[in-house]
């Protein structure tokens, strides 16, 4: 195991990864943003490095300030969390050749999932399920209008270096492709610095399943299921939970074997999460695979009772998993809720400033994973997801109340929260009987203006 760990993020993941790091006895640096001097992960921390200003681009995204902090300290490896240089290939090509362990898959491995059209191909070549649609890049107006009659519309535009909504999408009628073009490849250029797009069939009322899946050195996968993450708006994820209502038994176990297949034929190694799209008639269809411990693993920890962060850094310090497929059992339902700084009557625009008073909700079934504190102000310079609500019930309908009693019990004064619109959707009798699809929120929540 490592004994010094570099923690390359803020907020609520930096001191996840710092507790994992406590309990595997080892010792944490964090780096922060002089925004941050403040906070919990530098305070929870062994030792802590400023390494630049507020701006992210010159603070966390900054990969020369945080090779030296991690060379001055001592760090053996680098936890990158979410966000920031989780995915970047430069940035885990750098720590390679420093010596420093990036706790992640090989570069290589980030640039071929990076390219999500590329992604896509490799694995329908090896006979993965995926999303019908074109293998090459779009690189016009008019050619995308020819081509979209190949598939048939309604059809969606996707960034080739995409992933998390931008620069993606749906085209229902031919007449609205050449505007909708021009803004996907605007928002695509803007996002990524690369404006490619590629077509795919838009699959209307599916759902957005992922398998979460660990990969150690001696090539053994295994998967823990499925998080059902339908629960969007505008691409950012509102709620997740575990197991999905759409699978049983046997899909699970199908889909879990080709999100191993699809980690072998990588060649990947480490904590990964592998994204499909699951239609009305049950179809499966692989969309994209991301190379780093998400947001919502924790509804995977509740189900399973497997610490995902400790078991990352485990294989990356080149510790084998003890354990196999047989062993993984998931038990009673989970859901995770996102609590952002942002007002959702005001069309969710983001709500920094201080919190004037705050109170935690507790009880049985109730885990919290925040940074926040009474006194806390929140930067305007980086998200503003403040906590992670995650609830434990045996089936979904405990899980459900637990979380509208949490949610009650939940106290954050001083800024706008989305609390209330999670209260809304948790009244709602479609989502209570799990009937609802990726764009359900859209549809089914905001017809009306939404009003706290
Ligand atoms: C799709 C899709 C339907 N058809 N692709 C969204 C995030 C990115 N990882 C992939 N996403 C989707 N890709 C095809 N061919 C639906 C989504 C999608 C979605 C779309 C609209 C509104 C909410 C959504 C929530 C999850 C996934």
Redesign the pocket.
């Known amino acids: 195991m490592f004994s010094r760990i570099l923690v390359a993020n803020r907020g609520e993941i930096a001191l996840r990864i710092i507790r994992a790091c406590k309990e595997l006895g080892v010792e944490t640096v964090a780096v922060f943003s002089k925004e941050d001097e403040h906070s919990l992960p530098v305070k929870f921390a062994d030792e802590a490095i400023c390494v630049g200003p507020r701006e992210p681009a010159e603070s966390y995204l900054n990969v020369p300030r945080i090779i030296s902090a991690a060379e001055i300290a001592g760090a053996e490896a680098i936890h990158p969390g979410y966000g920031f240089l989780a995915e970047n290939e430069q940035f885990a090509e750098v720590c390679r050749s420093s010596g420093i362990e990036f706790i992640g898959p090989a570069p290589g491995v980030i640039r071929k999932l990076g390219n999500k059209v590329e992604a896509r191909n490799t694995l329908a070549q090896k006979g993965i399920p995926v999303?019908p649609?074109l293998e090459e890049i779009v690189e016009n107006r008019s050619q995308a209008s020819r081509l979209a009659g190949r598939i048939g519309y309604p059809?969606?535009l996707?960034a080739v270096s995409?992933?998390?909504?931008k620069g993606?999408r749906?085209v229902w009628e031919k007449k609205d492709m050449d505007v909708l073009f021009g803004l996907a490849q605007q928002e695509a250029k803007t996002s990524f610095g690369r404006s490619g797009l590629y077509m795919?069939?838009?699959?209307?009322k599916?759902?957005?399943i992922e398998f979460q899946v660990l990969v150690d050195g001696s090539g053994k996968a295994l998967h823990f299921g499925e998080r059902d993450?339908?629960?969007?708006?505008?691409?950012q994820?509102l709620i997740e939970e575990s197991p999905s209502v759409v699978l049983d038994e046997s899909l699970r176990k199908e889909m879990g074997e080709i999100a191993v297949r699809v980690t072998k034929e990588l060649g990947y190694r480490g904590a990964g999460t592998v994204?499909f799209?699951v239609d009305e008639k049950k179809r499966f269809?692989f969309?994209?695979m991301n190379t780093r411990l998400q947001v919502e693993h924790p509804v995977t920890e509740m189900v399973t009772g497997r610490d995902m962060v400790k078991d990352q850094i485990r294989i990356a310090s080149g510790e084998n998993l003890p354990y196999n497929q047989k062993d993984i059992k998931m038990e009673g339902v989970s859901l995770e809720c996102r609590i952002n700084a942002e007002d959702p009557a005001r069309n969710f625009i983001s709500s920094p400033g201080k919190i004037s008073s705050f109170h935690l909700p507790g009880g049985p079934g109730i885990r919290i994973d925040t940074h926040i504190f009474s006194g806390y102000r929140i930067p305007s310079f980086y998200d503003s997801l403040l906590a992670k609500l995650i609830t434990w019930g045996r089936d979904r309908e405990e899980a459900i109340v637990r979380m509208k009693r949490a949610l009650e019990e939940f106290v954050i004064e001083g800024v706008k929260t989305t609390i209330p619109f999670h209260q809304h959707i948790l009244e709602n009798e479609h989502f209570r009987k799990g009937d609802f699809y990726?764009?359900?929120?859209?549809e089914k929540l905001m017809k009306e203006a939404f009003y706290d």
């Open positions: 999303i649609g059809i969606i996707k995409g992933g998390g909504g993606m749906a795919e069939k838009y699959l209307d599916a759902r957005h993450c339908s629960i969007q708006r505008r691409y994820k994204e799209l269809y969309m994209e990726t764009n359900f929120v859209e």
